[in-house]
């Protein structure tokens, strides 16, 4: 009847909007995976600078007791450096775990929407082939609705460990904005290292922003 052909057409229909929606989530998901393998390069070249922070203010350090009584204002400045390092190195290592973390659920989120692309053109092909068999679109659409309860969770999960990622790297900010006040006191000895720290300030920069954008993903 036309009551029926009305349905299947609007089934499909239905169907057709779900399989592109899930393309594009699919593929949003994917960019989110790719710059979050990003952060963690980013994160690597930032542990590397912390740990050549953490030699030079050990260096300064020595050369401060080699000066004696000249060298203890210079020894303070170059523990408070030490320090900062440390604190740096540890906030990008827990924030390294958690873009792990986010890479892992968007591969699996990644895996989820293929299964829900393919398990949309399989329902369309099912509406084309049986006409007015309701079983089979009950049945592809109860499949549909579990795949996207799944993929929602997975989503869910990628949205809040990139709230903490944008969070960690606040934290990794102040840090080097302090380390970076503290090395212009040491002046020559540390010079090198003031460039390193300008390093992670644009690089935390660049992290803030891919995280940021990743933790409004819905």
């Known amino acids: 009847t036309k009551e029926n052909q009305k349905k299947m057409d609007d089934a499909t229909a239905s169907m057709e909007q779900i399989h592109v929606s899930t393309r594009e989530c699919k593929e949003i998901i994917w960019?989110?995976?790719?710059?979050?393998?990003?952060?963690?390069?980013?994160i690597q070249v930032?542990?590397?600078?912390?740990?050549?922070?953490?030699?030079?203010?050990?260096?300064?350090?020595?050369?401060?007791?080699r000066a004696g009584e000249h060298g203890k204002g210079f020894a303070v400045v170059a523990g408070e450096?030490?320090?900062?390092a440390e604190q740096t190195k540890t906030a990008v290592e827990n924030i390294g775990k958690i873009v792990t973390e986010?890479?892992?659920?968007t591969e699996e989120a990644v895996g989820v929407m293929e299964q829900s692309v393919t398990l949309t053109e399989r329902g369309?092909?099912?509406?084309?082939?049986?006409?007015n068999s309701t079983a089979v679109i009950t049945s592809s659409n109860n499949q549909m609705s579990d795949q996207i309860l799944e993929m929602d969770k997975?989503?869910?999960?990628?949205?809040?460990?990139?709230?903490?990622?944008?969070?960690?790297m606040n934290q990794v900010n102040e840090s080097t904005k302090n380390n970076y006040?503290?090395?212009?006191?040491?002046?020559?000895?540390?010079?090198?290292?003031?460039?390193?720290?300008?390093?992670?300030?644009?690089?935390?920069?660049?992290?803030?922003?891919?995280?940021?954008?990743?933790?409004?993903?819905?």
Request: glycine content about 6%.
């Open 124 to 131: 369309m092909e099912s509406i084309r082939e049986v006409g």
């Open 181 to 218: 006040g503290a090395i212009e006191h040491v002046a020559a000895a540390t010079q090198e290292n003031c460039a390193g720290v300008e390093a992670i300030e644009e690089m935390v920069v660049r992290i803030k922003t891919i995280a940021d954008k990743a933790s409004h993903y819905q």
């Open 81 to 84: 450096i030490q320090s900062l």
């Open 102 to 105: 986010t890479v892992h659920h």
């Open 46 to 65: 930032i542990t590397g600078i912390s740990n050549q922070t953490n030699i030079l203010a050990l260096n300064a350090a020595i050369e401060a007791a």
């Open 154 to 168: 997975t989503v869910e999960i990628i949205r809040r460990q990139s709230a903490e990622v944008a969070k960690g």
């Open 31 to 42: 960019q989110l995976g790719e710059e979050s393998k990003e952060i963690l390069g980013i």
